[in-house]
């Protein structure tokens, strides 16, 4: 017995042994000398425009107001728009307090006033920038309009500054920053004209910081306002007048430092007559912008963009065949405009198209990735081709998932632009599905 | 000589160890493949011992341990396994596109004993269509009026195996007659991919699955000594159709070949044994596959020397069954040696085997080295 364990020890040895050594290097591929020694299938893709799968498409609008932007669109292109920005800065002391425990107030005297205008975009090839500061109601809120706050852009202007003279005069580099060639590869580089005026270059060249010095006239504290003041904006340039001003909800909100100083009465302190200076900061309590012609009203096309900001909602009807026997490798949505989207010739805006996890209209919950994007060019009629190869291969693995999707525009609600898509109510320009699928390969056929 | 318990035993034993052992390090049960097979059903398997394979084949049907003839059965005198395993290595010539491949591979078990003193009981598996193939094609296609690069690729990984349960019975001094029942099954793993050379708008494809094959066959055979030195055997082979499933589904249906055969070995003396086989299969049978070709395969070989450690060559010819046009040959030398061990009881057999396959279009050369193992515990 001892000795047939022996031989089945020494059988097994051997061949598996041998066969784990030479299984290591198994390679039996090579190319194909196709067709007489390939599969007598192969793999075959097809290519289809699906016409009329879309379906139930509406437009909603009223997602993000202009007031709740990442960005306030200011710009002046005749004929195209007129957009400005406006805002409301937060309360400020008027008095202060010059000895705690006592309600003795002596009021504050204004200095001077350091403002910061963020811009957070702008056309580079514009000349002759120019941005001009107004004055307009504290009052103004979201339901101020364009031709309500005309008035305040008619008066005088507060201040102005020509960003592009600022950029064309010499820099100054901050050398903590600059190398010894004061080449600046981080940080700031300064320019400053003779009106106090300074333009601060941030990070990737792109922000710029604009400084102005206003006085008491131009920055008032008026007691009965409780400190508040209101600011427009616009801009003028001889073209591409087009900027975008940072806000609370981008982050980067318009901020005004107040420098003033106060004198202690002698009856309530140990300093009599002295004279004490501060400061104090304001940011928006409201900022938003209003433009002319204002967004036209929704149709039976497919809106996306404008402010307040409007979404289309596109359903999908899967045909069946595309849940099964196929694999989608590519998928791409169609979409034909209306007409070319009226804005500065160079500019663009990005749509993307987000998921509905739960088909409820309007309302409807979206998926927080986005499943494609695409930057729609100013002034270009061109279809638009937006890829969503991800989303219609999960439609055709998974068919409890809702098939349809929202389009909409990033950021929202920044911009007066607005594009418009032919809807399925138009046949010969409705949306479409353009599916590349590779057909089931038929294993097991000779 | 009576088989006791223990002998039966043993045989399951060993049938269980050694098909674990061949399958195992692999995964897979197959023969040398070819691009020859790949428009076709498979590339069909050889039913040898390392001892009948080193002989050009014509030591099959006299080999109890080559799968291919019941009748030679007869001649196992105790329980008995063998087993047989190849490593090749296969240089591609199509059309000018060359390329290297290399498998491992058990083209065979048997394992055997006898019942009563007339009658023997064997069985095990051998490869019956190898499917392990790999083909990469590169194309362009146009899409979305765009002329797009592809590259397709196809893999086939398995085999379709048969099983076998088979009786021989000496009837006589000179006769032995030997039937089987063939269980033909197997699986293989297929894939296909498409990939783009656009990466950025086109996602890779790829579909998987797993074909199962089924069909079921008999064969006889004989052995007829005309003297004590001259033997001549026959044997024939008949299969039902061929099914393949995927899912569950059957996907297709296709006729299997009826095989003829028929050899002769004559004894030299003590120390040279000489034979030769001819064997026909009309593959072109199979209705569903445009050009499949009957097959006509022959065989000559020589074993010199002592049975304890002979030496062994043999040449061998024929012709595949699946090629488009002309029906595609086949050309073999081979030689090896045999050693016995263990006073008798185990023994150990190596090869080497050139194969030259020509097609139209193809050419094939294949190196491969074999070793077997026989015990008789």
């Not at chain 1, 963009?305 to 289309?312: E, Y």
């Not at chain 1, 632009?417 to 390969?441: D, W």
């Not at chain 2, 030997?178 to 890779?204: C, E, K, M, Q």
């Amino acid at each position: 017995m001892t000795r047939r364990l022996g031989f089945l020890v020494l059988l097994v040895a051997a061949v598996g042994g041998g066969g784990a050594i030479w299984a290591c290097v198994e390679q039996v591929t090579a190319p194909g000398s196709c067709p007489n020694y390939c599969p007598t299938d192969s793999i075959a893709i097809r290519d289809t425009i699906f016409t009329t799968i879309i379906e139930r498409d509406s437009s909603f609008r009223g997602y993000v107001p202009s007031y709740g932007a990442e960005a306030m669109s200011v710009a002046d292109l005749p004929g195209i728009v007129d957009s400005r920005a406006f805002f409301v800065l937060a309360k400020a002391a008027t008095r202060v307090t010059v000895k705690g425990g006592d309600t003795t107030t002596t009021p504050i005297i204004p200095d001077s006033v350091r403002f910061r205008l963020s811009i957070m975009r702008r056309d580079t090839l514009a000349t002759n920038l120019r941005i001009r500061l107004y004055h307009v109601p504290i009052t103004s809120d979201s339901t101020s309009t364009f031709a309500s706050l005309a008035a305040a852009f008619n008066e005088p202007v507060v201040d102005s500054v020509n960003v592009s003279a600022l950029l064309a005069s010499p820099a100054i580099i901050d050398t903590t920053q600059a190398d010894s060639l004061d080449r600046r590869f981080y940080g700031d580089t300064t320019y400053r004209d003779g009106a106090g005026h300074i333009l601060a270059v941030r990070d990737s060249g792109r922000i710029l910081d604009l400084y102005f010095q206003l006085d008491t006239l131009q920055a008032p504290v008026v007691e009965a306002d409780s400190g508040q003041l209101g600011f427009g904006v616009r801009v003028a340039a001889d073209s591409l007048a087009s900027i975008a001003l940072g806000t609370n909800e981008g982050g980067r909100p318009p901020f005004l430092q107040r420098f003033f100083h106060h004198t202690i009465p002698d009856t309530v302190s140990t300093q009599p007559d002295s004279i004490v200076s501060g400061n104090q900061t304001q940011t928006p309590v409201f900022d938003g912008f209003v433009f002319n012609p204002p967004t036209p009203a929704l149709d039976s096309n497919l809106a996306v963009g404008g402010a307040p900001s409007a979404r289309a909602l596109l359903r999908v009807a899967m045909p069946a065949f595309l849940h099964d026997s196929i694999d989608v490798v590519r998928a791409t949505v169609v979409l034909v405009p209306v007409s070319a989207v009226q804005g500065v010739a160079n500019d663009s805006f990005r749509i993307v198209v987000h998921h509905v996890s739960t088909d409820l209209g309007a309302k409807s919950p979206l998926d927080p990735s986005a499943a494609g994007a695409t930057f729609i060019h100013i002034g270009s009629p061109d279809t638009v081709n937006l890829e969503i190869t991800n989303l219609v291969r999960a439609w055709s693995l998974d068919t409890t998932m809702t098939t349809a999707f929202v389009l909409g525009q990033v950021p929202e609600a920044a911009s007066y632009t607005e594009i418009r898509f032919y809807s399925s109510r138009a046949p010969a320009f409705r949306p479409g599905l353009h599916v590349t699928y590779v057909k089931r390969f038929r294993f097991g056929e000779p | 000589m009576t088989v006791g318990r223990s002998d039966g035993r043993t045989a399951v034993a060993l049938l269980v160890v050694v098909t674990l052992a061949a399958v195992g390090p692999s995964g897979r049960l197959a023969a040398q493949d070819s691009q020859l097979g790949i428009r076709g059903l498979g590339t069909p398997g050889k039913s040898e011992s390392v001892r009948a394979r080193t002989t050009g084949g014509a030591f099959a049907p006299f080999d109890a341990f080559s799968p291919l003839s019941d009748a030679a059965l007869a001649d196992v005198r105790r329980m008995s396994a063998s087993v047989t395993s190849g490593v090749s290595w296969r240089s591609v010539d199509a059309s000018g596109t060359q390329s290297s491949l290399q498998g491992t591979r058990f083209p065979a078990m048997v394992i055997a004993g006898p019942v009563t003193r007339r009658i023997v009981v064997g069985g095990g598996f051998s490869t019956y269509l190898d499917r392990s193939f790999g083909v990469i094609i590169q194309d362009t296609v146009n899409l979305r009026g765009v002329l797009q690069p592809v590259t397709d690729e196809i893999t086939s990984d398995g085999a379709i195996t048969d099983l076998r349960l088979a009786v021989a019975a000496r009837i006589g001094g000179r006769l032995a007659l030997g039937v089987g029942l063939h269980r033909i099954t197997g699986s293989t793993r297929v894939t296909a991919t498409r990939s783009f050379a656009d990466t950025a708008n086109y996602r890779t494809s790829t579909a998987k699955d797993e074909v199962a094959y089924g069909a079921t066959g008999g064969s006889a055979s004989l052995l007829f000594d005309v003297t004590s030195d001259l033997r001549v055997a026959g044997w024939v082979r008949s299969d039902s159709r061929l099914r393949a499933d995927v899912g569950g589904h059957t996907v297709s249906e296709n006729d299997l070949p009826r095989t003829y055969g028929a050899g002769v070995q004559w004894r030299a003396g003590a120390q040279a044994r000489l034979a030769g086989t001819v064997m026909w299969r009309n593959w072109g049978a199979v209705q569903s596959i445009a050009n499949a070709h009957d097959t006509f395969s022959w065989s000559v070989g020589a074993e010199i020397g002592s049975p304890a450690a002979p030496f062994r060559f043999g040449l061998r010819g024929g012709q595949l069954p699946f090629g488009v046009g002309k029906t595609p040959t086949e050309v073999g030398y081979s030689g090896g040696l045999g050693r016995q061990f263990a006073g008798g009881r185990g023994r150990i057999d190596m090869g080497l085997e050139r194969l030259q396959r020509r097609g139209t279009g193809l050419t094939e050369g294949v190196w491969t080295f074999m070793l077997g193992l026989t015990v008789r515990p």
